[in-house]
């Protein structure tokens, strides 16, 4: 008996050294418990996380804004800010360059006087042959076109119907005295006006009902629109007017679609060479922008959204 006892614990000292030397070896690792699943609350909080990084990581590959570089001083046309396309490129324009866009908006032929006293670095306007006599004076450096509209004239749709025909909606407008407001500030709509009132060889000063509001597109046809009158003006502004405006307007388009209601528009740098105080770096800088495909593309679209159609057509590569 004590022999089994002593070859029993013999036996038992053996398996348990075995079991140390194995305790003291490379182990198998338990499998990790499986994580429970994530609540729909907790992976949207995940989500939420990993879209709050996202943009943090992607500034840092994206180009950062320009520096601020100073003011580049624009003289345009009144259009341009009625319709909210500059309060809309402005801030871009800053991001894109580093300089600070700041405009007037007064009337081409002012814009343009402007330009010639040498008191804005760049203009943006709407009557070509002004425009290419200013360069050709040598108050600006050179021309180049930028988007286009159209002009249409709204009014009452009686007595007159709507017509494709221009010239001889204002001859009815003439002969049978119709109310008629001129922006008479010789702006870019103002100078189309007056030519086709000079093509027609008519005098609307024979017309007792003819007036002149001296002020912007805006405001011009708010005075037709209080006076039941016709007027002329670019189809971007009448689109902004007559779905923006406090007061509805009651007026309608008479008169659009006849071949020679272009309305283009050009961008100008004034001469460094006349002036050489003018920003010429920046008002190059916001040519070049301007007329970018990806600007252009912008210009492309500016109103779809808001008006169903853009309210002016880009056409710098043209």
């Known amino acids: 008996m004590k022999k089994q006892r002593q070859l029993l614990a013999t036996i038992l000292a053996g398996a348990m050294l075995a079991a140390v030397v194995t305790g003291c070896g490379a182990k ?12 729909p609350e907790e992976s949207a909080g ?5 879209a709050t990084e996202t943009p943090a990581e992607a500034s840092e590959e994206e180009a950062a804004p320009a520096e601020q570089k100073g003011v580049l001083m624009m003289a345009t046309t009144t259009s341009t800010a009625d319709t909210g396309l500059l309060d809309y490129l402005a801030p871009i324009f800053l991001e894109d360059t580093g300089w600070e866009l ?3 908006a007064v009337g081409t032929g002012e814009a343009l006087k402007m330009g ?3 008191d804005v670095d760049i203009v943006l306007v709407h009557a070509k042959a002004s425009e290419e006599e200013f360069v050709e004076k040598g108050f600006g450096v050179e021309r180049f ?3 286009y509209n159209d002009f249409v004239v709204v009014g009452p749709t009686e007595p007159v119907a709507p017509t494709d025909d221009i010239e001889s909606l204002f001859k009815t407008i003439q002969e049978d005295q119709l109310t008629f407001v001129s922006r008479g500030d010789d702006s870019g709509t103002d100078k189309k006006e007056k030519g086709i009132w000079k093509k027609l060889e008519l005098d609307p000063a024979g017309n007792p009902n003819y007036l002149e509001s001296g002020q912007g597109m805006g405001a011009t046809i708010t005075m037709a629109d209080e006076k039941g009158a016709y007027c002329l003006t670019d189809r971007g502004t009448w689109l902004k007017m007559k779905n923006d405006a406090d007061v509805e307007i ?19 740098a004034v001469s460094p060479e006349k002036y050489p105080e003018v920003n010429n770096e920046a008002a190059n800088a916001m040519i070049e922008w301007i007329c970018s495909e990806e600007v252009q593309g912008l210009i492309a679209n500016y109103g779809v959204d808001q008006y169903g159609e853009a309210l002016f057509t880009p056409n710098a590569n043209e």
């Open 28 to 39: 198998e690792e338990p499998a990790p418990a499986e994580a429970p699943a994530e609540t």
């Open 46 to 50: 995940d989500e939420a996380e990993e």
């Open 145 to 147: 076109q930028v988007m």
């Open 116 to 118: 010639e006293n040498g």
């Open 102 to 104: 700041q405009w007037s």
């Open 250 to 268: 009651q007026l309608d388009i008479i008169c659009e679609g006849a071949s020679d209601l272009l309305n283009q528009y050009g961008i100008i």
